[in-house]
C-alpha cells in the first residue's frame, strides 16, 4: 500500500479520489448503497459531475467527522493500540481510512449512529449483522492495506458527552473481495461504452385544454337552454388530441392527467342531467345528449386508461427484456473466449428487481444494477473455468481421456478443480502400474513354470540316459561273463575228457556250488526295476544302493 498525505474534504483530497476507485463508492458499484445507484455513480465518475452539497449536508458531513474524531481515543482503548487517519492506494484502488495501525494489521471504521444501524438498541456483539454497504466499503479497505480485521464502530455525541455507542469486529472476507475486484472491472467496461441519458425533467402533467362548463337550465315554457353542443364539440377535439401511444415518463403523466380531466367531465355531465332531472318530469332531448356525451366521454377515459396501463407495462417488459437479451449476450461472449459453451445457467430474475417501481427511470437502474451483478457473478465464474482450463491443458498430457465429462468438472472451485485432476491421474497411473505389475507376474510365473517343466522333463531324460547307460553296462557285463563261462565251459570239458570220470564227478560237485552265469539278455530294453535287480543280484548288494551308484554315475566318461 502507498500512504498519501492528503486531508478528507480539501481539494488535494478530492482530486485524488477523482483518479482512482474509492473504497467508499464500492458499495454504489455493487449496487448496495442506500445513498446513490449505480447508474448515478456511472453518470458521476464520467461527467466529474457531483451533487450540490447544501448547508444541510454539509453540517451533517462536519458533525460526522468531529464524532469520528471524538471515538478514535474510544477504538484505540478497544484495540490498544494508536491509530492514524490515512489515505492509501493500492494500483487504481484507494480507501480513506478513520485510523489504521502503525504495523497496518487492524483499520478502524466510524459511522454516525442512524435507526438502521441503532436497532433495538442491543449490543452487537460478534452476532450483529453489519450492514452490506459497510461490509463492501472496509473490505476494500482490507484489499488495500493488507488487514485481516477493521473495528467497525457508530456512536453519537451530544456535544462533547456520548450519547450511545456500539462497535463489533469485521473480518475480511475473500469471497467478498474477489466480487468487489470484479465489480470493479465490469464498471470500467460500463463507462469505456457509457453515453450520459438527456437530462430528464421534472415531470409535470402538461396544461389540458379546459372543457366548456357543462350548463343545463329550463325557462319558463320548459324550454332546455344547454351549451352541450359546444361542449360535444370542445370534447371531441380534446379527445382526437390525446397521445394514445405514450413512450417516455412524461407522455404517462400526461395521459394521467387526462384520464383525471375525463373523470371531472363525467361528473360534470351527471351534475347538470341530476340539476335539469330536478327542475323537470321529461327531457327527452337533454337526457339524450347528456347520454351520449357521457358514453363519449367514459369511452375516451376508460381507453385512455387501458393505454396507460398497457403501455406502462409494455415499456417495462421492454426494460426487463433487455436486461435479459444483455445478459443472454454477456453468456455467449464469455463462452465464445472459454471455446465451448462451458457457462453453467446463471439464474435471472429481472422482473423481481423491477416489481414495485414506479418511474420507468428507476425501474432502468435496478434493471441496469442487476445486470452489472450478473455480469460480475458469470465474468468471475469465466475466469475460474480459464484458470481450470490452464490447468487441465497443463496436467493432463496423454490422459485426456480420462477428462470425458470437462463440462460437469470445469466450474468447481481452482483448488478442488486441481486436487480432482491430479487424483484422477494418479489413480489412473496406480492403475496402470498395477495392471503392468500383475502382466510382468503372469508372464514370469508362466516362464518359470515352463523352465521348471523343461528342467522335470531334462531330468527325466537324464534319468532315463542314465539308466540305459547302466543297462548297457550291465548287458556287456553279462554277455562278458557269458563269454567267460562258455569259455570256462569248454575247459572244463577238455579238461573232463582227460581226466578220469572220478575226476569228472568231482569237478561237476563243485561246478554245482559255482553260480551259474546267466545267459545274454534279450535284445529288448529291460525295465528300470529289472536293472536294478540284476545289479542287486551281481554285486550282492541291496537295491537301494544300486539306485544310488546309478545316480552318482558320470556318462561323460562312458566310451
Known amino acids: 500500500m502507498i500512504t498519501h498525505t492528503l486531508i478528507q474534504g480539501t481539494p488535494e483530497w478530492s482530486a485524488h479520489r477523482d483518479n482512482h476507485f474509492n473504497a467508499s463508492d464500492a458499495p454504489a458499484m455493487m449496487g448496495s448503497s442506500a445513498y446513490e445507484t449505480r447508474s448515478q455513480l456511472i453518470h458521476r465518475l464520467h461527467t466529474g459531475i457531483t451533487a450540490t452539497i447544501d448547508a444541510g449536508l454539509q453540517r451533517r458531513f462536519d458533525e460526522g467527522h468531529r464524532f469520528e474524531a471524538l471515538a478514535r481515543p474510544l477504538a484505540e482503548k478497544i484495540i490498544g493500540e494508536d491509530l492514524y487517519p490515512i489515505v ?322 470445469i466450474i468447481k472451485e481452482n483448488d478442488d478443480f486441481k486436487v480432482l485432476v491430479e487424483s484422477r491421474i494418479a489413480a489412473y497411473e496406480v492403475g496402470k502400474a498395477r495392471a503392468i505389475a500383475q502382466e510382468r507376474e503372469r508372464i514370469r510365473a508362466e516362464e518359470q513354470a515352463k523352465a521348471e517343466t523343461k528342467v522335470l522333463a531334462e531330468l527325466a531324460a537324464l534319468e532315463r540316459g542314465k539308466a540305459d547307460e547302466a543297462a548297457k553296462v550291465v548287458m556287456a557285463q553279462a554277455a562278458q561273463d557269458a563269454a567267460i563261462a562258455a569259455e570256462e565251459e569248454e575247459k572244463q570239458r577238455a579238461r573232463i575228457k582227460s581226466i578220469g570220470k572220478a575226476d569228472a564227478e568231482m569237478i561237476a560237485a563243485m561246478k554245482s556250488e559255482i553260480p551259474v552265469r546267466q545267459p545274454m539278455l534279450p535284445a529288448t530294453r529291460p525295465t528300470d526295476d529289472q536293472i536294478i535287480e540284476v545289479l542287486s543280484i551281481h554285486f550282492r548288494v541291496d537295491e537301494g544302493k544300486v539306485f544310488e551308484w546309478l545316480l552318482d554315475m558320470d556318462l561323460s566318461t562312458v566310451d
Open 88 to 409: 492509501g492506494t493500492m494500483d487504481e484502488y484507494s480507501a480513506s481510512f478513520d485510523g489504521l495501525t502503525a504495523d497496518d494489521s487492524i483499520a478502524f471504521e466510524h459511522k454516525t449512529m442512524n435507526a438502521a444501524l441503532y436497532g433495538d438498541g442491543a449490543p452487537w456483539g460478534d452476532s450483529f449483522s453489519i450492514p452490506m454497504q459497510y461490509r463492501i466499503q472496509m473490505e476494500q479497505q482490507c484489499m488495500i492495506s493488507g488487514c485481516d480485521k477493521v473495528l467497525f464502530m457508530a456512536s453519537r455525541w451530544n456535544g462533547d458527552v456520548l450519547d450511545v455507542m456500539q462497535h463489533c469486529w469485521y473480518r475480511a472476507e475473500p469471497g467478498l473481495r474477489t466480487a468487489i475486484g470484479q465489480g470493479w472491472i465490469q464498471l470500467k467496461k460500463d463507462l469505456a461504452k457509457y453515453v450520459p441519458p438527456v437530462a430528464a425533467p421534472v415531470l409535470v402533467a402538461a396544461a389540458q385544454s379546459t372543457l366548456p362548463a357543462v350548463s343545463v337550465k329550463l325557462d319558463g315554457a320548459i324550454a332546455i337552454i344547454d351549451n352541450l353542443g359546444v361542449f360535444g364539440i370542445a370534447l371531441t377535439a380534446y379527445i382526437d388530441k390525446i397521445n394514445k401511444s405514450p413512450q417516455t415518463d412524461q407522455d404517462f403523466v400526461d395521459l394521467k392527467a387526462v384520464v383525471t380531466t375525463l373523470e371531472k367531465a363525467e361528473a360534470a355531465l351527471d351534475a347538470a342531467e341530476n340539476t335539469a332531472l330536478a327542475s323537470i318530469s321529461s327531457v327527452n332531448a337533454m337526457q339524450s345528449a347528456v347520454s351520449t356525451l357521457r358514453a363519449l366521454t367514459k369511452q375516451n377515459r376508460l381507453l385512455c386508461e387501458k393505454i396507460y396501463k398497457a403501455e406502462n407495462d409494455r415499456r417495462k417488459l421492454e426494460i426487463v427484456q433487455g436486461g435479459s437479451y444483455a445478459f443472454a449476450k454477456h453468456i455467449t461472449g464469455l463462452n465464445e473466449r472459454l471455446g465451448k459453451p462451458y457457462m453453467p445457467t446463471i439464474i435471472v430474475n429481472f422482473a423481481g428487481v423491477a416489481k414495485n417501481l414506479r418511474t420507468l427511470a428507476s425501474l432502468q437502474n435496478a434493471v441496469d444494477t442487476e445486470l452489472a451483478r450478473l455480469k460480475i457473478e458469470a465474468s468471475a465464474t469465466a475466469d475460474k473455468i480459464q484458470t481450470n482450463l490452464g490447468l487441465l491443458t497443463e496436467a493432463v498430457g496423454d490422459h485426456a481421456f480420462l477428462f470425458n465429462d470437462t463440462a460437469q468438472i
